[in-house]
């Protein structure tokens, strides 16, 4: 992929499934982000202690699950008996924590695209990035749009690399640290994907330049995605399914 080459992914990404209208990154997020038009989502991957890709962001259970502890410390057996969707209301309450697998299947199956931020419990980044790598490669081999991996964390992206070099990438950064660019063309990404208010003229400029495609997170407000838009930026993660039509 490359400025040259169309773009194969849709504007509108929606954050963990459905933003915060259902439990994040479950999914009945997914189906609740799906009824709103929206075709791509974002979520978040890490490894259970069996080696098993699931969705979770936090490293810890306690926020989004009736878990305690580190999630990356139980097998995907232990976690899948959680309840991920009473903390958010009781329309969800016995909402489990999904796989990798079944989400990829969800999405393949209804003709979506997914943005596959790779989260790495602590000390397990380059594992996590292959091992997310390679079942991506290996769901999505027959299918015509692969999914975009990201990851803040530099290992992560080095081992989804090594794994399934095919398959895009792009640098997630918060911050512009020194020689962010460099580092994505290093890497070999397609994307860089910014806290969205670092895009401006220059950085936009500096990307494209770069031959990278723009993305921002999370991006909840009118005023911001117009600012997005005019600056030529090819995606804009949100939360606000409900605010935001894809369709615009």
């Given at each position: ?21 259902a439990p994040e990154n479950t999914l009945a997020a997914f189906r609740h ?216």
């Amino acid at each position: 992929m490359s400025l040259t080459t169309p773009w194969p992914y849709p504007r509108w990404i929606a954050h963990r499934g459905a933003g915060k209208l259902a439990p994040e990154n479950t999914l009945a997020a997914f189906r609740h982000g799906a009824s709103f038009g929206y075709t791509m989502f974002e979520c978040d991957v890490k490894l259970s202690a069996d080696g098993v890709p699931f969705l979770l962001h936090d490293a810890s259970l306690q926020r989004t699950s009736n878990g305690r502890g580190i999630a990356g410390e139980l097998s995907y057996g232990e976690l899948a008996q959680l309840d991920a969707g009473s903390w958010h209301s009781r329309t969800f309450a016995g909402e489990g924590i999904p796989s990798f697998e079944n989400v990829a299947r969800y999405c393949l199956h209804n003709g979506f695209f997914l943005n596959i931020e790779i989260k790495p419990t602590p000390d397990t980044e380059r594992a996590t990035g292959e091992i997310v790598a390679a079942y991506a490669a290996h769901l999505w081999a027959s299918a015509s749009v692969p999914p975009l991996l990201t990851s803040f964390k530099i290992e992560a992206l080095e081992g989804a690399a090594a794994a399934a070099p095919h398959l895009p990438r792009g640098l997630l950064a918060d911050t512009l640290f020194r020689g962010w660019l460099d580092k994505a063309v290093q890497l070999g990404c397609v994307a860089v994907v910014l806290n969205h208010a670092l895009w401006d003229t220059e950085t936009v400029a500096k990307a494209q330049a770069a031959g990278l495609r723009t993305l921002s997170y999370t991006v909840n407000d009118d005023w911001a995605a117009q600012r997005l838009i005019e600056l030529g930026t090819d995606g804009i993660i949100t939360d606000r399914v409900d605010l935001f039509s894809p369709a615009s």
